[in-house]
Nanobody
């Protein structure tokens, strides 16, 4: 069972940038498609971005497209989410998730493993 640990969250001003990292305990990290989801207070968890096992294919929610970039370094067992031009509505707890396969679904239930989450707060 893979364990995921997110880091890099914090407070950022609107228009600023932040990079999240998620490191996996699993040595065979490249077998997993990875996703980033977020959950704002009182709202359901929503898809932000996903990347296939070798990093050649990515997928983004319309709300973050052009502002967020997902990438991965399989040698470091780590997936990243570079967030730029941040908006108030980006404030949420951000979770990384792993899917043992090729699917880069936008649906949370398609991911088997989850991190504990990291808080991102965008100030006006």
């Amino acid at each position: 069972q893979v364990q995921l640990v997110e880091s890099g969250g914090g407070l950022v001003q609107a228009g600023g940038s932040l990079r999240l990292s998620c490191t996996a305990s699993e040595g065979a990290f490249s077998r997993y498609a990875m996703g980033w989801f977020r959950q704002a207070p009182g709202k359901e968890r929503e898809f932000a971005a996903a990347i296939r096992r070798l990093g050649m294919t990515t997928r983004y929610a319309d709300s973050v497209k052009g502002r967020f970039t997902i990438s991965r370094d399989n040698a470091k067992n780590t997936v990243y989410l570079q967030m730029s031009s941040q908006k108030d509505e980006d404030t949420a707890v951000y979770y990384c998730a792993a899917n043992d396969g090729v699917d880069i679904s936008t649906t949370p239930r398609r991911y088997e493993y989850w991190g504990q989450g990291t808080q991102v707060t965008v100030s006006p």
